[in-house]
């Protein structure tokens, strides 16, 4: 069984900055993936960013330039770093982690932190 713990989220003034945590608990046993996706309302659920094994990392465009990703692996931890919020980053954020074995993989979601960036 795998935990996803996430935190961080809030309001922010447009223009702030966030930062969100993800930690991965139980049995992690090889990392293929750790990311972020978010859900706007009435919109689909749409990847942010995400960190692939070997460090290489992708953005959504509309992030790129403002988010930055990043991974401790000793922890199992996943960050993202937001600045210059924009009130369309406004969502539900999604920790996702993928675990490979030879054979399948396996995909865990995290509970969600909201994020509002309001005036």
């Known amino acids: 069984q795998v935990h996803l713990v996430e935190s961080g989220g809030g309001l922010v003034q447009p223009g702030g900055s966030l930062r969100l945590s993800c930690a991965a608990s139980?049995?992690?046993?090889?990392?293929?993936?750790m990311g972020w996706y978010r859900q706007a309302p009435g919109k689909q659920r749409e990847l942010v960013a995400a960190?692939?094994?070997?460090?290489?990392?992708n953005y959504a465009d509309s992030v790129k330039g403002r988010f930055t990703i990043s991974r401790d692996n000793a922890k199992n931890t996943v960050y993202l770093q937001m600045n210059s919020l924009k009130p369309e980053d406004t969502a539900v954020y999604y920790c996702?982690?993928?675990?490979?074995?030879?054979?399948?993989?396996?995909?865990?979601w995290g509970q969600g932190t909201q994020v509002t960036v309001s005036s």
């Open positions: 996702n982690l993928v675990l490979v074995t030879t054979t399948t993989h396996y995909n865990y």
């Open positions: 139980g049995s992690i046993f090889s990392i293929y993936t």
């Open positions: 960190i692939i094994s070997g460090g290489s990392t």
